[in-house]
């Protein structure tokens, strides 16, 4: 049910991350300020967004789970989840290459946007040993939910709060005063953050078809160990 | 700290921001291979038991047919 669309929604990531790097390195202009290392910002800030969307599309999916109690969308919500916080790895590693080469640190402590972002990923990979800290299905489904919705309510709200905060060294590219990026550079990024955006939604549907097959192999173990009257169960057990 | 000078600092030369931006590149190459290679360990998983499963499957519908026959024959 969840592969459906798959192959063509890969061949599509692929084709858009190919254009993605070509608009990268063929054409976006050279920043007249930092020069080639800008080239990380249209890898480090697509991520960056996908992953804080994706934060917040598994708060969605956990609202409807617990609207209707439907155990596909905290499926939905899981794997949501579970994409943005290795997407937010990459985010965190890409922005202190980025911070070494431009400010000559890993990583700035006093610098909200950077913390910021820490502390949400922080939040975010403790959701796993909360969710598999309860072993009922039905509670471990409906505390992953609320912790998704509060999480998820956290995230912008956060973004606001940095927005807001007077930054130290981390640009405001997206800033509604004193110009933006120039158009060549704004049409790389958004080629970038589609690609980024199609890659985060194949690997998602990627991981709920694996997960729902894997779910469907157990049942099937289920039905088949069910033993006939008077007689022992014939299957190794399963392999976790 | 110091923060601000560095903010406004000249751009790096190419050959020394070409190492930041490949770094920065093969990192996310990387996580996908890895992503990928995990991905793969659990589909081998998947067919191995599917393939144990389809087995245990056949030898019951195999036991199932011949059950009816040794029935006629103790008969």
């Known amino acids: ?240 | 700290m110091d923060l601000l000078p560095l903010a406004g600092a000249p751009a790096l030369p190419l050959d020394e921001a070409g190492k930041y931006v490949a770094g920065a590149y093969i990192v996310f190459v990387l996580l996908l291979v890895v992503y990928v290679a995990i991905m793969a360990a659990k589909l081998q998983r998947m067919e191995r038991e599917l393939r144990e499963l389809a087995g245990f499957a056949e030898n019951r519908a195999n036991d199932e047919a011949a059950a009816p026959e040794r029935e006629e024959v103790s008969a």
Request: net charge positive; proline share 5%.
């Open chain 1, 1 to 240: 049910m969840y592969g459906k669309g798959l192959r063509p929604l890969s061949i599509a990531t692929v084709v858009a991350i190919a254009a993605a790097f070509s608009f990268v390195f063929f054409y976006a202009p050279l920043d007249a300020d930092q020069g080639f290392i800008q080239k990380i910002f249209y890898l480090h800030v697509p991520l960056a967004i996908v992953a804080l969307v994706g934060f917040v599309v598994g708060g969605v999916f956990a609202i409807l789970h617990l609207r209707s109690s439907d155990r596909r969308w905290d499926a939905y919500s899981y794997v949501s989840i579970h994409m943005s916080v290795i997407f937010g790895v990459a985010v965190l590693i890409t922005g202190s290459i980025w911070a070494k080469a431009s400010w000559g640190h890993w990583w700035v402590w006093d610098e909200p946007t950077l913390v910021s972002f820490l502390i949400v990923f922080l939040m975010y990979a403790t959701y796993y040993p909360f969710r598999y800290a309860i072993e009922d299905p039905e509670r471990q489904a409906r505390y992953a939910s609320v912790f998704a919705v509060t999480a998820g309510a956290f995230v912008p709200l956060n973004f606001i709060a940095v927005r807001m905060a007077q930054s130290l060294v981390h640009p405001r590219v997206f800033a509604t005063t004193n110009g933006g990026l120039p158009g060549s550079m704004m049409l790389t990024f958004l080629v970038c953050l589609t690609a980024v955006a199609l890659l985060w939604l194949t690997l998602v549907k990627f991981e709920l078809t694996a997960k729902s097959t894997s779910g469907q192999i157990k049942r099937l173990r289920r039905a088949l160990d069910a033993p006939a009257p008077g007689s022992a169960s014939r299957i190794a057990p399963e392999v976790s």
